[in-house]
């Protein structure tokens, strides 16, 4: 009984820990900028309405304000906050803290999408909020939180004097926000109406493969290990294909919008992708000038010329003269060495081997001893002419001196 009990306890203690490992686990999340494509890819509702004129909210730091589903309040160094027509780039009303700027949003139910409009202005009036103060450009960090447990954390800094926007899509759920003022100035930013949805975000999965020598990367992925990943819908993610030394990407297969090394999947459903490298191969061609032949791994010219190799291979290649000729020298030869040429191969090449017929003694034809009968070739039959000429004309001067 008391070994039952020891286990019992030690599976609990297991899943307590696994639980708080669970829930600090990060979640993945998909930033906007954009209101329209925020709203149209999570579905999210006002949570807020539109903001009403309230002034100054009653109690100072404890102040505490509902509309909607959200309460707001405020942390230190904050001292108090306002809601009304306090900056002309938010259309209506917006929320304006006093001090440094620590808003809190606790939602009635947990969410898995928000979004709020946000402004900076350079106006030191605005920044004063209506005494001049000096502006200060501050950067904003979002904490996204279940209950104590942070889901997500966010940095963002708008642009100035312009309407901004900040949306966010979380696969995990959350109740309550925290949007601190990094730079801890005292120049007032305001914030616009605040957008959630309680659903959970539709999801698609990604397959990534590749053949060959080469690894793909994108958000997520990093494939030779991790080839999949879940991806919101809506999502674009950029794959970037990287080619092992030696191969080369040939293409993609199945790829939304490919574009060189890269492919952009638009997460739109499940989906697969493929990769495919090649190793990199140039063509060497042999030609063969006057009597001989060429032999090296894959050549054997005249008959077999050209052939394909890896990049950077080396190929030696060799001359080898026939009965009757000589090998002279090589043309296009990267490291020539009498006989032998040595070509490395990183791009398509060409070499040429020069052989030369070895000359008959002038006025003398000599018979092929192994073959009696044989025919002369084209050049032995222009030694014979030759010598038949040389013979005519001494002849013929021999007859001219003799008549004198």
Known sequence: MTKFKRIKSLYISLSIILSAISL????????????????????????????????TIPGDAAASQTLGSATFTISAPSTRFHIGDFSPIIPGNEIGISDSENLNVDLAASVYSLGFYFAEPTDQLACGGGAPQPCVDSTFQVLLKNNANIVATINFNGDDNVL???????????????????????????????????????????????????????????????????????????????????????????????????CTMSMDGDKSVTAN?????????????????????????????????LEGQQVTLVAIENDGSTFRNWFNCDQPNGNECTMVMN??????????????????????NANPNAIPTLSEWALIMLTVLLGSIIVLRSKKNSNN
């Open 24 to 55: 600090n686990v990060a979640a993945d999340t998909l930033q906007f900028n954009d209101f329209t494509q925020f709203i149209t890819q999570s579905g999210a509702i006002s949570a807020t309405g539109n903001l009403p004129d309230l002034g």
């Open 164 to 262: 901004n926007f900040l949306g966010v899509i979380s696969d995990q759920a959350f109740n309550r926000v925290e949007i601190k003022d990094q730079t801890n100035t005292i120049d007032n930013e305001y914030f616009g109406e605040f957008y959630t949805n309680t659903e959970p975000p539709v999801q698609h999965h990604l397959d990534v493969t590749h053949a060959g020598g080469g690894t793909v990367q994108g958000t997520g992925i990093d494939c030779q290990s991790d080839c999949s990943e879940d991806y919101f819908n809506g999502e674009l993610v950029v794959l970037t294909a990287t080619p092992e030394q030696g191969y080369k990407l040939e293409g993609w297969d199945n790829c939304d919008s490919p574009d060189g090394l890269q």
């Open 277 to 309: 490298f090649v190793m990199i191969t140039y063509h060497l061609n042999i030609s063969v000038v006057g009597d001989g032949s060429v032999t090296g791994l894959g050549i054997s010219c005249p008959i077999d010329c050209d052939e394909p190799y």
């Open 347 to 368: 791009s398509n090449k060409e070499a040429v081997a020069n052989f030369a017929n070895l000359q008959l003694n002038p006025g003398v034809f000599q018979k092929n």
